[in-house]
């Protein structure tokens, strides 16, 4: 069955979603919807913006014009509205906020998100990425309770460290939410992370490749097996 995920936002606002990681959404009496940092909930002074692309600029930039590599950072700038005309606007915003994110919140609903561990996600990469096959498990917990702490993401975490071992590092607000109540929709979307990103895999590799500097370059095979002298050749 093909599904129609501007109809499900839709369904989602009309029956209490207010906030969708650091945004708010409102429904406009005269129809539409508002869309808005929700730490700007009060502020009269906004600018106000028509169009869902702008979404995508927005976006991009934190409060002092840095460039936001990980879109769903907990620093998305404040100090705008957007007006949108019906939901496929509405939808079409969000995804520039946070790409995919609506999507897989409802693949997480109907039951049909796989999550992938992270070991699986290290196991299968090539190139210059294939070291961080070689991340050990101490080192990769320790990653992953800094560069995914809510600090640095907003998203929980769907994945396990390995097949059979759970993640150690990172607090309860980090982890699978409860499961959803049909009668009571969250009036929050939590944003899933149900596989690693580039920028978790990249710094796994940094890792790796820092131990793996300070060690120094591995022992040369040919000390451990030195080559024989050759036999003197017998006196005349
Ligand atoms: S792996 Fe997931 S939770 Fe961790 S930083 Fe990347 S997107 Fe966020």
């Not at 600018?47 to 927005?58: E, G, L, W, Y």
């Not at 906020?97 to 196991?123: G, K």
Request: proline residues 10%; charged residues 20%; glycine residues 6%.
């Amino acid at each position: 069955m093909k599904r129609n995920l501007t109809t499900a936002i839709e369904k989602w606002v009309a029956g209490g979603l207010k906030f969708v990681g650091q945004l708010s959404i409102l429904s406009l009496p005269e129809g539409g919807y508002e869309l808005r940092h929700a730490e700007d909930a009060d502020k009269p002074d906004l600018d106000t913006f028509h169009s869902p692309s702008k979404a995508r600029s927005i976006s991009f930039f934190d409060n002092a014009g840095e460039y936001r590599p990980l879109k769903t950072a907990p620093n998305l700038q404040h100090g705008w509205r957007l007006v949108l005309k019906d939901a496929a606007e509405l939808r079409a915003a969000l995804d520039h906020f946070y790409p995919a994110m609506t999507a897989v919140w409802l693949s997480h609903l109907e039951n049909a998100l796989t999550p992938v561990a992270l070991r699986d996600t290290l196991n299968r990469q090539t190139g210059m990425y294939a070291a961080t096959k070689r991340l050990q498990d101490e080192e990769g917990q320790e990653l992953v309770g800094r560069a995914c702490a809510a600090s640095s993401c907003t998203k929980r975490i769907l994945w396990n460290f390995g097949p059979n071992q759970p993640l150690t590092t990172l607090e309860a607000d980090k982890l699978p939410p409860a499961p959803h109540n049909e009668s009571k929709p969250p009036s929050q979307m939590p944003l899933l992370c149900h596989e690693a990103c580039n920028i978790l895999v990249a710094a796994c590799r940094e890792v790796v490749k820092k131990r793996e500097r300070a060690a120094g370059p591995p022992p040369d095979p040919s000390a451990a097996h030195p080559t024989p002298h050759p036999t003197p050749h017998a006196a005349s």
